[in-house]
């Protein structure tokens, strides 16, 4: 490999701010990194003293480094954030989250719908958040719904209705896909939401109190009545929820580290209240300061994301970092609003912070003990199976029912547990239905076949399954042609199928292993066994879930995919397609009156 010329790189870099990425031989992202002086910054890679260990192995990996201009370290700081998220650069500290966090979405139509939300943000309306769980969000949604009469129905469910549903008799909601109550009243009420999401439910207090004396003077005594309602539950609800404190909103974030750990603990305030708290244990690289690191955090936590209605307008921080003004002026450009990051607190806020920072210290005692639970298994595995290493196991699995819609799993384990993000599916094709030594071959073949980084080969197989299968994995690893052989174990079941009497084969079942019941050896495998067994079961739900869906419209001729899909889409689902009368099946976009009644006599067994 060609060494990187970084004197010649360093002669035209120039002094404006910027990013800059640095790639290694095979042009993998390996760092990304900001600078208002981009060449002050990058020449500091390469001093003849370079400090720490970390650095100096950074530097020996570098065979290229690109570099982007901004116009302010603002936008420098924002543009480094979103790379950080998009490469995951092995050098970098990284916010590991894997799933996104739940919001509560107001849709942008004629009448906005209420909805649950967790995923990219690309459809069009209000965003509401972070909550700290789905069930939070659920609750939140089902107080509101006694409430406001917003609509939480499925679009494809509004659009189809001829007359008011349950939701409404119930009163909570005001049936607006049928006109039972005008734009500017349904208006009114999502602008009551849209305050109450806001954190400002005394002023929605406030605007019903108004309107409901407007209507008792108007003698209109029936909405005087429903708006009283809806002030006693909002009075209710604020009775139900113990106040947090002074502060309207505010983020509190706890700090610690211990043994190579490191925990930082989110506490969130909204409204005067605790919304929720949660704790990251972020990757962090060896040798990675305090400092790097809960910058790298509020950079990731709340620019990568591009979430605007997250970030509070007081941030307090355990201890100062020096990046400390830039941050806060890139939030502040983010939010459209002044944000502040505060240290050195007092009064309530440091009662907070020692909160905080008690739940990060918790939380990595916890997650110590069970990385030690999981070192004690993976030593005792070893010791078990005669190897030094492992650092990578895999398991595979084959779930069908009399032989259709047959599916093979792949789960992966590596030094910390199981590694979701590695795991797979097949859709088994080509075998004789039922013949789960085919199956086995078909999985083995995808996994395998094309493999030609080592490093992703396992050093245990695990194949749920006796000698047969075992014997049929043996037979595909005969002409492998990589240097590392991984280890194959059969994992079969005792007489009465029952945890703890699982017999370990190796060599085609010509040797044996049983380990004690309660042997954390044995319970690891159970583990990585039950894993894949779960997740090949999930896939063939899935998958003859989807058949079911669509082969009752399949029979039908004259209705291809994209027919199907728009039945299935604006009606609402399978069921909704055999509710349907003519006339809404023929509303249908493609759908012909004579297609229309051709489905209806279909799916009703009319000649």
């Not at 993998?28 to 910054?41: E, F, M, T």
């Not at 400390?324 to 440091?350: D, I, S, Y």
Request: one cysteine or more.
């Amino acid at each position: 490999m060609a060494v990187f010329d970084h004197k010649t790189f360093l002669k035209t870099l120039t002094t404006e701010p910027g990013v800059y990425r640095m790639y290694d031989k095979e042009h993998q992202v390996i760092y990304v990194g900001k600078a208002k002086n981009l060449k002050k910054r990058v020449s500091s890679y390469f001093r003849s003293n370079i400090p720490d260990s970390k650095t100096q192995v950074l530097v020996s990996n570098i065979a290229d480094i690109e570099v982007t201009l901004t116009n302010t370290e603002t936008e420098a700081l924002l543009l480094e954030n979103n790379l950080i998220k998009k490469y995951q650069p092995r050098y970098n500290i990284l916010l590991r989250d894997d799933k996104s966090y739940p919001y509560i979405l107001l849709t942008d139509h004629r009448h906005p719908r209420l909805a649950f939300h967790r995923g990219s943000r690309k459809q069009k309306g209000e965003y509401f958040g972070p909550f700290p769980s789905s069930a939070a969000v659920s609750e939140s949604l089902r107080l509101m719904q006694k409430i406001f009469p917003v609509r939480q129905c499925e679009d494809a469910y509004y659009r189809a209705r001829s007359r008011p549903c349950l939701q409404h008799q119930l009163k909570r909601c005001s049936a607006p896909c049928v006109e039972k109550v005008s734009d500017e009243e349904y208006g009114n009420q999502v602008e009551l939401v849209r305050q109450f999401l806001s954190g400002k439910s005394h002023l929605v207090i406030e605007a019903l109190v108004a309107k409901m004396e407007q209507a008792s003077i108007a003698l209109n005594f029936e909405d005087a009545a429903k708006y009283r309602d809806q002030i006693a539950l909002l009075r209710q609800m604020q009775e139900q929820q113990s106040v947090a404190g002074n502060f309207a909103e505010m983020d509190v974030i706890g700090f610690t580290q211990h043994n190579g750990l490191c925990a930082i603990h989110m506490l969130m305030i909204r409204d005067h209240k605790i919304l929720g708290s949660k704790t990251y244990f972020p990757k962090v690289p060896k040798d990675s300061n305090d400092d790097e690191i809960l910058t790298s955090f509020i950079g990731q936590y709340y620019i990568s994301n591009g979430s605007n209605a997250r970030i509070a307008n007081d941030i307090v921080l355990p201890f100062d970092v020096s990046e400390r003004a830039e941050l806060a002026a890139g939030l502040t450009q983010l939010a459209k609003r002044k944000v502040q990051l505060r240290v050195n607190v007092r009064a309530e806020r440091a009662q907070y912070l020692a909160l905080a920072n008690k739940n990060a210290h918790n939380s990595i005692m916890v997650k110590q003990s069970a990385q030690d639970a999981i070192s004690k298994r993976y030593a005792m595995l070893k010791e078990a199976v005669g190897l030094t290493d492992i650092s990578r196991m895999e398991c595979f699995d084959i779930s069908h029912t009399m032989g259709e819609n047959t599916v093979a799993s792949c789960v992966v384990f590596d030094g910390q547990g199981p590694n979701t993000r590695e795991y797979r599916r097949y859709n088994v094709t080509g075998i004789t239905p039922g013949d789960d030594y085919a199956a086995m071959d078909f999985a083995l073949k995808k996994r395998y076949a094309k493999m030609t980084d080592e490093q992703k080969v396992p050093e245990i197989i695990f194949i749920d399954g006796g000698k047969g299968q075992l014997a049929r994995a043996e037979a595909f690893f005969e002409d492998w042609q990589l240097d590392k052989m991984p280890m194959l174990i059969g994992v079969a079941k005792g007489t009465s199928r029952k945890p703890g009497l699982e017999t370990l084969l190796f060599d085609g079942g010509r040797k044996t292993i049983n380990l004690d019941s309660d042997s954390p050896a044995l319970h690891l495998i159970q583990h990585i066994r039950d894993e894949s067994h779960r997740f090949a079961i999930a896939g063939h739900r899935n998958k003859r879930q989807k058949q079911r869906t669509q082969s009752v419209l399949e029979e039908i001729a004259g209705v291809g995919s994209k027919r199907r899909q728009a039945l299935l889409k604006y009606l609402g689902g399978l069921q909704g397609v055999k509710s349907a009368n003519l006339q809404q099946l023929g509303q249908v976009p493609g759908i012909s009156p004579e297609l229309a009644e051709k489905i209806f006599n279909h799916l009703h067994d009319k000649a």
